[in-house]
């Protein structure tokens, strides 16, 4: 699918405060830090820096494509397909900080970005970098070739174990399959309107990835190997043209014992400033927890595990808000059989089942009576890729963003 036309907030309106980023104002970095268009093949655009404060993301992924472009320069390389490398927020970037005025990567929501493309608003440094990611993501929809891979790379601060991060759409899932490392699912539960949101809801695939700590060499190691064996994976190059790409692989099996583990966000934990929450010190990510372990305290006292898991705390909250989440594994059968159950488009019978009826709003979703369905109903629904809370004694389950695409 292709982008809608992009207006030029800022330009040829009256009031349009904003004009294109200044080298100066971004201390010399470029919004395109590489691009080769090899012809017929997949798509893969990396995008990284979309925090202001992860630089090594920044520096590693331009060292790799330089190491890229040398050697196709050599001709040692066959590309077949179309590599581009963005950076994100370049004004934070240059500070040094995780955003100047609003999160990057929580503005892109359809209806923000429409008013941006109209030049209705165009009033944060944030919604500029936004206006000219668009531009940029439009140039390469209209030059490249499908399928478009779109790839979101994070370094954190703090440690963790490096993992992948999607929704939980079948658009995604073979792109998100091709490394040894853990995968969680469900962007859209740690962070509404994400960039990777986006991409699902314009029909194409895209997968983040948490690298690990910010200013450390083997972080910067790791995503070097992730983003050859991305390449490779989706059929760009091949793997014997690769120089180490063996040590490549080796880097990334390190992580997790060369096993592919996929998670599913369980349930939340939020807390806000005022609560006053702190995780107690030693929990790290995809650690087991049983239900009812003591996980931290806020204010009102001891906060404790709901429900069995492995404990999930994201880099994406920003600290904007404290919390926690609670992940389960997910089966292989499972990953099966709801691919199954979406490619046959069985939810269109799900409003003739006792207990289940649409709601006007949002379009497309369910609103369960948990006492007639509460047996089958929220397996079955999150089986189908659909998001399931609790509101007044029921279930609502509305369609992730992009399951249109499913």
């Not at 992860?54 to 397909?81: C, D, I, M, P, W």
């Not at 194409?204 to 995503?223: C, M, N, P, V």
């Amino acid at each position: 699918m292709r982008l809608p036309r992009l207006y030029l907030c800022g330009r040829g309106a009256d009031d349009g405060p904003f004009q294109d980023l200044s080298f100066e104002q971004t201390n010399g970095l470029r919004r395109w830090i590489g691009s080769h268009e090899g012809g017929r093949g997949a798509t893969v655009v990396f995008v990284t820096g979309l925090h202001g404060n992860e630089h090594t993301s920044v520096s590693a992924l331009n060292q790799a494509f330089q190491k890229f472009e040398y050697l196709v320069s050599r001709e040692s390389l066959k590309v077949k397909g179309n590599v581009y490398v963005l950076a994100g927020n370049l004004g934070a970037l240059a500070k040094g900080e995780r955003y100047q005025v609003e999160d990057l990567n929580r503005i892109w929501s359809l209806k923000r970005i429409d008013a941006v493309e109209r030049g209705v608003t165009c009033e944060s440094c944030e919604e500029v970098e936004l206006r000219e990611l668009l531009i940029a993501f439009r140039s390469i929809l209209s030059n490249g070739n499908s399928p478009f891979i779109f790839v979101d790379i994070h370094t954190t601060g703090s440690r963790t174990i490096s993992h992948i991060l999607m929704n939980d759409l079948l658009l995604n899932r073979k792109p998100g399959s091709h490394y040894p490392l853990p995968v969680v699912m469900g962007v859209d539960s740690l962070a509404e309107h994400s960039m990777l949101s986006f991409v699902n809801e314009m029909g194409h695939a895209g997968i983040g990835f948490e690298a690990g700590l910010d200013g450390q060499d083997s972080t910067a190691r790791l995503i070097e190997a992730f983003f050859w064996q991305t390449l490779v994976c989706n059929g760009l190059l091949k793997s014997k043209e690769v120089p180490d790409f063996s040590e490549y692989r080796k880097i990334l099996n390190s992580v997790n014992h060369g096993k592919q583990e996929v998670y599913e966000i369980h349930y939340v934990h939020q807390a806000s400033q005022d609560d006053e929450f702190e995780l107690v010190p030693g929990h790290h990510n995809f650690q087991p927890i049983v239900r009812g372990q003591y996980l931290g305290h806020n204010k009102h006292g001891a906060v404790l595990s709901k429900s069995r898991g492995y404990v999930y705390v994201s880099g994406w909250s920003g600290g904007e808000s404290g919390g926690f989440f609670v992940l389960r594994k997910v089966s292989k059968s499972w990953l099966n059989l709801s691919a199954l159950l979406r490619k046959s488009r069985v939810e269109r019978l799900m409003g003739w089942l006792p207990g289940i009826q649409k709601t006007k709003e949002p379009a497309g979703a369910y609103r369960v009576n948990i006492w007639v369905a509460r047996i089958f109903a929220a397996a079955l629904f999150k089986l189908l890729g659909y998001r399931v809370h609790r509101q007044d004694g029921f279930l609502i389950v509305a369609r992730r963003e992009g399951s249109e695409h499913i």
